[in-house]
């Protein structure tokens, strides 16, 4: 074989191909493996902490920081252990500072870490009188707590995300410009956040969450529930219990749950597959399906913009109102009047109010 042979234009176009297809396939099996795409909660910036606390007899934790995020995580240890995080604000371009840097720039901030009785105080405060978003200067320090089951938290941030995990106890917890985390949680927890979404699984007893600009999502809890929003939507999945569930701006979407139900929305749909209990569901402007396995107390349903369709039991005695510009339903053993937009009467005798009203659409009661 001579050297244009070796060398020839078809040779190097399948040389070049091979090696294109080999840095592709590097390239995205690099991706696919990192923490940021494959939804694994890590953080490669927070796998050092600048300073590391441990505490005994530790009941409560208060904290409180302008830019950075706050973490509690319950355990079943008796010692509680603070790790203190700090890095560039990520607005001025520069994430990784040298402890040096670090130092330096932490004596335009106020920083208290201690033991109040059986209180973990930690804050850390902005020297600036508020104004750290205008300094190229600016830091983000959050704080990790890692404490015994039952503790009590007060939890405050103008700008990070908060999480909490497997306390019992009172939890009250604010951020403006962050998302709220709950998992695991027992007792008396109470939140809000002006920014973000906020994710709730396997609370117990009481919780009320808010949030001013994001959806919430609730799963795997049970109690006394009040989950509100202005601006997103509800997912509601296993839930049981006493449940308010609102938002001005989204729809709402459930399944699997037991209990009571009273959920609105001014801006979209309600879709609740699987309810068993009683149900109070209106929306301004969308559609109502509603699938129930059991009828408790009462069923009321409406729709200002949309039609209303329900599948539910009907061997227990009810009282119907039902009003649409087309109203179906089956009417076995029943007494009253049946028009074609309204019907109003008694079935098995009466008993459990049902109230199924669109104002702009048709309703259809246990309808294929």
């Not at 994430?95 to 059986?118: A, C, H, K, P, T």
């Not at 009273?262 to 309600?270: K, N």
Request: net charge neutral; with cysteine.
């Amino acid at each position: 074989m001579n050297a244009s042979q070796t060398h020839s234009p078809m040779s190097l176009l399948r040389t070049f191909l091979l090696l294109t297809t080999t840095l592709t396939a590097a390239i995205l099996l690099s991706v696919a493996c990192s923490p940021a795409i494959s939804g694994i909660l890590t953080d490669d910036r927070d796998s050092k902490p600048y300073k590391t606390q441990t505490f005994t007899g530790i009941n409560a934790v208060r904290a409180q920081t302008s830019g950075g995020s706050l973490t509690v995580e319950g355990g079943n240890g008796a010692e509680a252990r603070l790790e203190m995080y700090v890095r560039s604000s990520n607005w001025n371009g520069r994430d990784e500072l040298s402890r040096e840097e670090i130092e330096d720039r932490l004596r335009d901030y106020e920083i208290n870490i201690r033991q109040d009785g059986g209180t973990l105080v930690a804050t850390a405060k902005s020297k600036r009188d508020g104004s750290w978003w205008n300094n190229r200067n600016a830091l983000s320090i959050s704080f990790k707590f890692f404490t015994p089951r039952r503790v009590n938290t007060d939890l405050n941030t103008s700008g990070g995300s908060i999480q909490i995990s497997h306390l019992d106890g009172k939890q009250r917890f604010e951020t403006s410009g962050g998302s709220l985390r709950l998992v695991d949680l027992k007792g008396d927890i109470a939140g809000r956040t002006s920014g973000g979404s906020i994710k709730l699984d396997g609370c117990r007893e009481r919780v009320d969450v808010e949030t001013s600009g994001g959806s919430i999502e609730a799963s795997n809890s049970n109690g006394n529930l009040t989950l509100e929003t202005s601006g997103g939507s509800l997912r509601l999945m296993g839930l049981n219990g006493m449940i308010k569930a609102r938002t001005s701006g989204g729809s709402i979407n459930g399944d699997q749950i037991d209990g009571e139900l009273q959920t609105s929305t001014s801006g979209g749909s309600i879709r609740i597959r699987n309810m068993a209990g009683s149900i109070d569901a209106n929306t301004s402007g969308g559609s109502v399906e509603v699938n129930l396995t059991r009828v408790d107390k009462f069923v009321t349903l409406g729709t200002s913009a949309g039609s209303v369709r329900v599948q539910m039991p009907m061997n227990k005695g009810m009282d119907l109102e039902l009003d649409g510009n087309r109203v179906s339903a089956p009417l076995s053993n029943f007494s009253g009047t049946a028009d074609k937009d309204r019907i109003v009467g008694k079935i098995n005798g009466g008993g459990i109010p049902v109230k199924l009203t669109a104002s702009a659409g048709n309703v259809y009661l246990n309808q294929n």
